[in-house]
């Protein structure tokens, strides 16, 4: 059964503590039950959410098909922004686009970068049903998020929210330190399987590991990298990432009343799968609406480019199928910021040839020119592709849908019009202008 632990909070180190934290007391950390390997029973109600969702998925994987290759890693950044905004950080899919591509920027943005970089190597490494899951590689995907920390799972007492640094005033304090390891284990067990309903799994493996919070940073964003990992694993996605917690992020105070009903005495489990598979049926409504938009960005980027061509009696008007123009073109969905060298590394041409495409594209109105503070050119932005990604953003955090007369709280500002004057695409259509 969970449980709560007493314990004393009596700190030694009082000098950087307000007056209130330093004052000692005893607060209870709770200590869950371990999972097993097996689904629990859960209410008619939870179970039909789930199958429901567990469609939804499947029908937007295969809706999405082949476009994923280029779609997942644009999913899993618009993914790592939500994170980045509920865990305070506030950055833009343009601001990370542009220090991902120069690896040099503010650190917030460099830390988001460093959770898409993670989610991708727990995709790729953890994936495989056939592997065993164990503690160190849920230390190892935290420690790629969060480099900058020792490696391994915590050895003192933490806690989650409240309005100073004590237990005493926090919202939720995990189990003690003595008891991490043990829970890890098991969670890896839980994780390692893969019979039963994806979305139940996921959804118990993602609060199992908040409830431990098992790190001193990055809790959060591993949390939320493994759901993917259990999606994966059972084949509920094959092709696409759905970004599931960009939903949590529209709606913060719903996230934490349902892992805190996972936590009660009685654990109201149930209420906690029907808002997760909410959740994964509006983030996979948003994933094929955002891929949809990208395809049709795509299509409409080619016919400017052509008309430009004609406009400026460039021949052939359509480049060749082996044009450097067209490639760097096909690629703008997963590499919305290009420097000359990086251009021409990828796509295997010279520096002038890539040169000659970016400053064709640049011309087109297709990418931007982003200078720095002495005006010194610094790269080229695909800002309309840039612009479908915080589209969707704001999207995400009214829960899906039209945010003209519901617009979101926190997230990135409206992208607003172009540099030609022309408003982005789908401002109007999608009623997020």
């Not at 920027?105 to 190597?121: F, K, M, Q, S």
């Not at 994780?191 to 994806?198: C, K, L």
Request: aromatic fraction near 4%; charge should be neutral.
């Amino acid at each position: 059964m969970p449980h709560f632990v007493e314990r004393l909070w009596n700190p030694q180190d009082e000098g950087q503590l307000s007056r209130r934290d330093r004052a000692p007391g005893r607060y209870h950390a709770y200590v869950p039950d371990e999972l097993g390997t097996r689904l629990p029973s859960i209410s008619a109600e939870a179970q039909t959410a789930a199958e429901d969702a567990l469609a939804v998925l499947a029908r937007a994987d295969e809706r999405i098909g082949t476009r994923a290759a280029y779609l997942n890693h644009l999913l899993i950044r618009s993914e790592s922004i939500s994170s980045s905004w509920i865990e305070g950080n506030r950055v833009t899919p343009k601001r990370l686009a542009i220090a991902e591509a120069l690896n040099a920027g503010p650190r917030v943005a460099l830390d988001v970068i460093g959770n898409v970089r993670a989610t991708e190597d727990a995709i790729a490494e953890l994936a495989d049903p056939s592997k065993t899951i164990t503690t160190r590689d849920i230390e190892k995907l935290q420690h790629v998020i969060e480099p900058s920390l020792e490696a391994g799972l915590r050895t003192e007492q933490n806690w989650v929210g409240g309005p100073g640094w004590s237990p005493l005033r926090a919202e939720f304090v995990p189990p003690p330190e003595t008891e991490v390891r043990r829970l890890v284990a098991d969670l890896a067990g839980f994780v390692t399987e893969t019979s039963g309903n994806p979305v139940v799994r996921a959804a118990i493996a993602h609060a199992q590991f908040e409830t431990i919070h098992p790190f001193i940073d990055g809790n959060g964003r591993t949390g939320r990298a493994l759901i993917h990992t259990v999606l994966y694993r059972a084949d509920a996605l094959r092709n696409v990432i759905i970004p599931i917690s960009t939903v949590f992020a529209g709606d913060t105070d719903t996230y934490i009343a349902g892992l805190t009903a996972f936590r009660a005495d009685p654990s109201r489990l149930g209420d906690w799968i029907v808002g997760f598979a909410r959740a994964t049926e509006l983030a996979a409504g948003n994933a094929v609406r955002l891929a949809d938009d990208v395809a049709e960005l795509d299509a409409r980027s080619l016919d400017d480019l052509i008309a430009f061509r004609r406009e400026q009696s460039i021949a052939p008007a359509v480049p060749r199928r082996d044009a450097v123009v067209l490639r760097i073109l096909a690629s703008l969905a997963t590499e919305p910021v290009l420097t000359v060298e990086g251009a021409a590394k990828r796509h295997g041409v010279s520096t002038t040839a890539a040169h000659r495409a970016l400053i064709e594209l640049a011309d087109a109105g297709i990418l931007g020119r982003t200078k720095d503070q002495r005006g010194r050119l610094i790269c080229w932005t695909a800002d309309r592709h840039l612009a479908l990604v915080t589209l969707t953003e704001r999207s995400n955090r009214v829960g899906a849908g039209d945010t003209a007369r519901r617009a979101p709280k926190v997230g990135p500002a409206v992208p607003g019009y172009d540099h030609l004057g022309q408003l982005r695409p789908h401002a109007q259509t999608r009623g997020l202008g």
